[in-house]
């Protein structure tokens, strides 16, 4: 295989895999909308992601929405990549149909033309999420491992954050494994565990290798400061450089497993050259849970830019208490072993974000919506 297609490949994580790939001698096809919301209203200008990558690939500016788009990107395509898709927790939950149409939609479209047209595609690498877990796994002494279901508004409402499990006393947080139960919490992570079942479904049926790697929450340099839908690290960095102050939602105790860029580069080219990754879902990420109160102090020590800090008991309907990753198979079938401590990483994005111009921040905004959706309490 040495054509890759890569869906979404101008993004945060795409646009590194088709570096990465091209420094290895593969020939890149980028299938990708420039979506204002990532690359800006003049991406030729003003994307680093795109400007990353332009000249360097073969690009097709499209949709994966689009059956056209799609038969110009597969033009002797050995593999796939599949990144492209909307992203946000919160926002999903009001932006239902433009998540579905353009997750579900677009990978139920790609899966078709595979099935129905002449094609060179061998595998197919489709990044699904640790959002397909909604809740994390836990031990209950009385029960074993459980997996609570979505928190209670009423709960949250009076303070109380944590996951409960009826007939258990206290839960332990452990890593999540790939056989863990699947129940997301969020349209974002429907859709997420609609893709991945729709490809490990389909592609064995007409002799294409799957791969889905569930990613955990990834960062560093290169990925969106103005976009508010992204990820913490992004929006508190914003929010820090901007002078204006954090507000930590809950009890700011909330954790997720970060995962630094270059890690998860190496994981997904593990997946395409590996005949081991055949079939397979592979949880990426350090294995390793890191609390929002820890972040938000990490950044404004890494600035050097005083803010307050609100820890606000504020909590948005959709989101989860913990998840972090269990990566055993991923070390024992790929090799793959993430060479990025938080530490390190946060390190290194926040040198990055320092000799960046300071976005807009735009945050406010993105909660007020969710505030009018009745999903922001």
């Known amino acids: 295989m040495y054509n890759i297609l890569i ?5 945060f994580i795409g646009s590194n895999v088709a570096l990465k790939l091209m420094a290895k001698g593969y020939d890149v096809t980028v299938l990708d909308n420039l979506s204002p919301q990532i690359h800006g209203d003049d991406p030729d200008r003003f994307s680093p992601l795109y400007l990353s990558i332009r000249d360097k690939v073969r690009f097709v500016r499209g949709s994966v929405i689009s059956r056209e788009d799609w038969l110009r990107a597969l033009e002797g395509v050995d593999a796939i990549i599949h990144l492209a898709a909307e992203t946000g927790t919160g926002q999903s939950m009001y932006e239902i149909k433009r998540y579905t149409d353009v997750n579900i939609g677009g990978t139920a479209l790609m ?3 595979l099935t129905n047209t002449k094609h060179s595609v061998q595998k197919v690498v489709v990044a699904a999420s640790r959002a397909i877990y909604g809740e994390g796994r836990y031990f209950s002494q009385e029960l074993g491992y459980v997996y609570p279901t979505s928190r209670a508004d009423e709960d949250m409402a009076r303070g ?5 499990y009826p007939g258990s006393g206290s839960l332990t947080l452990v890593g999540t494994t790939e056989d863990s139960q699947i129940h997301p919490t969020s349209v974002y992570g429907i859709t997420k565990q609609v893709q991945e079942q729709l490809v490990m479904t389909v592609c064995p049926s007409i002799g294409i290798a799957p791969v889905a790697f569930r990613y955990q929450n990834v960062y560093g340099p290169g990925q969106s400061l103005s976009n508010p839908y992204t990820g913490i690290l992004s929006i508190f960095s914003t929010r820090i450089k901007n002078g204006n102050g954090l507000n930590i939602f809950e009890d700011g ?5 970060f995962v630094y860029i270059d890690d998860v580069v190496d994981a997904t080219i593990l997946g395409l050259e590996k005949d081991e990754a055949n079939g397979e879902a592979f949880n990426v990420g350090t294995g390793v849970a890191t609390d929002v109160l820890t972040v938000a102090r990490t950044l404004i020590a890494r600035y050097g830019v005083e803010v307050p800090v609100t820890v606000s008991g504020n909590y948005r309907l959709g989101d989860i208490r913990h998840n972090y990753a269990d990566i055993t198979k991923a070390r024992r079938l790929l090799g793959f072993e993430p060479k990025w401590s938080f530490e390190r990483g946060i390190a ?5 974000v320092n000799e960046q111009q300071v976005q807009v921040d735009r945050y406010e905004d993105s909660i007020e ?3 009018q959706k009745g999903l922001y309490k």
Do not use: P, Q, S, V
């Not at 109380?160 to 409960?164: A, L």
């Not at 105790?253 to 497993?257: G, I, N, V």
């Open 7 to 11: 869906t979404g490949g101008a993004g």
């Open 111 to 113: 899966l078709d033309l």
């Open 160 to 164: 109380d954050f944590e996951c409960k």
């Open 253 to 257: 105790r909330e954790t997720r497993d």
């Open 348 to 352: 290194a994005f926040a040198r990055w």
């Open 369 to 371: 919506e969710m505030k």
